[in-house]
């Protein structure tokens, strides 16, 4: 459905920027930075586009949550976007947040979010529905990935007004054209995810690392599990491994890693080889051409190659999987979890 009305009918890779609202592109011109504000999974999709902003599109960005972020008084430089994200706009935390941002000078506000009929659609100036269909669990899963979808073309919408060159907004349409392939691919690993959720079973606590772009998704697969199965799980950016975290890791505290091929992987094998010098178990899930090799300590699951612009969508995939796995194992009710709800909205 994205690829139908934002990508250009013809699959000709032209994103139709009306599809954010009427006024867009005239308020796209004038964008130099953009402010992000989510809750949970939505706010981990903010923390992505925020390195996806600044890397491609060369537009500074700040995340936060909605939470934090409506009790403070921000400085608010001229021509920022004011972006939400919600997969059921009726979160209170995001809407209180973007009131407050209504009364305060920001360029325009714009929602990413799944149900056009929401509080948070009525309330933007501009809106981008993601047209996940409906969620049935609690745990947001595919509006998360089409969340990503949203953001990625927000981004080159700005990008094209910046740095961006046109070959490389090509790249990016045509990678994202390509993701139904890359994600039926990765869904063949469900039978090996399946196997490994069992070592998962009896554990209190994991720990997800990820650099860059991979850190956020690192946090998401930290969520789910946390949400769905109620084990502990933290998340870290894999270079901050040594500032703390190690001291936690023993042979119980399976170590999850999200290593997609990349500039950053030379470092992340280090920080895994400090983790397995400490007697802990690791659980890589890495590109098919990485090099990673399983031994005693190291389980790797071999994720198809796909190209880098993508690659934070689809690690986001086995990472549900293994949560989805989990909870089954456990038998929680990975639909309703306890304590929490699909719309928070009080
Ligand atoms: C935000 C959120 C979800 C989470 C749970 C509670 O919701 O934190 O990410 O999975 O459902 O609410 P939303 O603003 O994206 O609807």
Sequence with gaps: ALKNTLLGRTGDGCILEESFG?????????????????????YHAGTVAKYWLEDWAG????????????????VVQDNTLFVTISQSGQTADTLAALEEAKEKNYLATLSICNVAASPLVRQSDLALITQAGAEIGVASTKAFTTQLIALQLLVIALGRRGKMTAEKEKELVSNLMDLPVFCAAVLQLNNTILEVSNHFTEKHHSLFLGRGVQYPIALEGALKIKEISYIHAEAYPSGELKHGPLALVD????????????????????????????????????????????????????????????????????????????????????????????????
């Design 251 to 346: 042979s119980d505290m399976p170590v999850i890693a999200v290593a997609p091929s990349g500039d950053l992987l030379e470092k992340l094998k280090s920080n895994l080889e400090e983790v397995a010098a400490r007697g802990g178990k690791l659980y890589v899930f890495a590109d098919e051409n990485a090099g990673f090799r399983n031994d005693d300590q190291v389980i790797v699951i071999n994720v198809p190659h796909c190209p880098e612009s993508i690659a934070p969508i689809i690690y986001t995939i086995p990472l549900q999987l293994l949560a989805y796995h989990v909870a089954v194992n456990k038998g929680t009710d990975v639909d309703q979890p306890r304590n929490l709800a699909k719309s928070v909205t009080v």
């Design 22 to 42: 009427a006024e867009a592109p005239a308020i796209f011109d004038q964008v130099k930075q953009v402010q992000i504000v989510a809750c949970g999974t939505s």
């Design 59 to 74: 537009v500074p960005c700040s995340v936060e949550v909605a939470s934090e972020f409506r009790y403070r008084n921000p």
